[in-house]
């Protein structure tokens, strides 16, 4: 799924290209990613609003749109946005240009928004779990976003340790879970973990305040890496121009099992946790 450094790209891909121009009409060959309303609801309230800006809050895209209109995105599992051209039929968008955009992983088009300058936006979906809903701004943020914790990029020192503080569960549950820090996800909290030495299954509220310090310095320094090389791509993420991130060639210990540690050449181990997989090095990660 992409987290934040993949999402924060495709915001700022969005932000470069597409505000102030209109939508004109949408296109939806799968409504069941529409949410809070029929496909029909949907294409009447975006058809020929004007965005106003693009931003991000965790793993949300939030297009803001005249009118006080919100449109919120959530890639899921394979979900992603591309800027292109596509020949839109009944049951499929075909692509108009070639290079990357004829490529496989960037082939599930679900639902094209037609701009005003001629260019469409498309997303595409292998999987079709993502999520898209419009209405009201202020009902949107309520209902989707009011939950979330704070952003990994901004959250302080105190608000950290107080989140460790008042958790039960280990500390690779509590950096995945969206309503206590927002945007992390399995790639970059293997990441930190790796980088603040600090074992997966570790008890949250035993991490001890030199120790939260150490997650909150690789949370920030691998999170604003990743962002800089536009995310990763192990799977189906791909950036507005349909290109991959590249992040995933300077991963520290996701999807390195069986590979050597960086720091001590131990063979990396992975485990489960709360039904997601743990990576780590034995060695430089003591339980």
Same mark, same amino acid.
């Given at each position: 799924?992409?987290?934040?450094?993949?999402?924060?790209?495709?915001?700022?891909?969005? /932000?470069?290209?597409?505000?102030?121009?209109?939508?004109?009409?949408?296109?939806?060959?799968?409504?069941?990613?529409?949410?809070?309303?029929?496909?029909?609801?949907?294409?009447?309230?975006?058809?020929?609003?004007?965005?106003?800006?693009?931003?991000?809050?965790?793993?949300?895209?939030?297009?803001?749109?005249?009118?006080?209109?919100?449109?919120?995105?959530?890639?899921?599992?394979?979900?992603?946005?591309?800027?292109?051209?596509?020949?839109?039929?009944?049951?499929?968008?075909?692509?108009?240009?070639?290079?990357?955009?004829?490529?496989?992983?960037?082939? +599930?088009?679900?639902?094209?928004?037609?701009?005003?300058?001629? /260019?469409?936006?498309?997303?595409?979906?292998?999987?079709?779990?993502?999520?898209?809903?419009?209405?009201?701004?202020?009902?949107?943020?309520?209902?989707?976003?009011?939950?979330?914790?704070?952003?990994?990029?901004?959250?302080?020192?105190?608000?950290?340790?107080?989140?460790?503080?008042?958790? /039960?569960?280990?500390?690779?549950?509590?950096?995945?879970?969206?309503?206590?820090?927002?945007?992390?996800?399995?790639?970059?909290?293997?990441?930190?973990?790796?980088?603040?030495?600090?074992?997966?299954?570790?008890?949250?509220?035993?991490?001890?305040?030199?120790?939260?310090?150490?997650?909150?310095?690789?949370?920030?320094?691998?999170?604003?890496?990743?962002?800089?090389?536009?995310?990763?791509?192990?799977?189906?993420?791909?950036?507005? +121009?349909?290109?991959?991130?590249? +992040?995933?060639? /300077?991963?520290?210990?996701?999807?390195?099992?069986?590979?050597?540690?960086?720091?001590?050449?131990?063979?990396?181990?992975?485990?489960?946790?709360?039904?997601?997989?743990?990576?780590?090095?034995?060695?430089?990660?003591?339980?």
């Amino acid at each position: 799924m992409p987290e934040l450094p993949e999402v924060e790209s495709v915001v700022r891909g969005l /932000r470069r290209e597409i505000v102030s121009r209109k939508i004109k009409t949408v296109w939806i060959g799968a409504p069941k990613l529409i949410k809070g309303g029929t496909a029909d609801d949907f294409s009447r309230l975006i058809k020929n609003r004007k965005i106003i800006s693009v931003d991000r809050r965790a793993k949300n895209i939030l297009i803001r749109l005249d009118g006080g209109l919100l449109l919120l995105i959530h890639l899921k599992m394979t979900g992603h946005l591309l800027l292109s051209r596509w020949k839109l039929e009944k049951s499929a968008a075909v692509p108009l240009e070639d290079g990357v955009f004829s490529e496989k992983v960037n082939g +599930y088009i679900r639902i094209v928004f037609t701009l005003d300058d001629g /260019r469409m936006l498309g997303f595409s979906d292998l999987r079709k779990f993502g999520k898209l809903r419009i209405g009201p701004e202020e009902k949107i943020i309520t209902e989707e976003i009011a939950g979330i914790g704070p952003e990994a990029t901004e959250i302080t020192e105190k608000e950290l340790k107080n989140i460790f503080k008042d958790s /039960r569960r280990n500390i690779k549950q509590t950096l995945l879970d969206q309503s206590k820090i927002a945007g992390i996800g399995n790639i970059y909290s293997d990441d930190i973990l790796w980088k603040a030495k600090i074992h997966p299954l570790r008890k949250a509220n035993s991490i001890k305040d030199k120790e939260a310090r150490a997650i909150l310095s690789a949370t920030k320094e691998i999170l604003a890496l990743a962002v800089s090389l536009g995310g990763t791509s192990v799977s189906d993420y791909r950036n507005v +121009y349909g290109r991959p991130g590249k +992040y995933g060639d /300077r991963r520290l210990v996701y999807g390195r099992d069986k590979k050597p540690c960086f720091r001590c050449k131990t063979v990396i181990e992975k485990l489960k946790t709360g039904g997601r997989t743990a990576r780590f090095c034995p060695k430089c990660q003591v339980l």
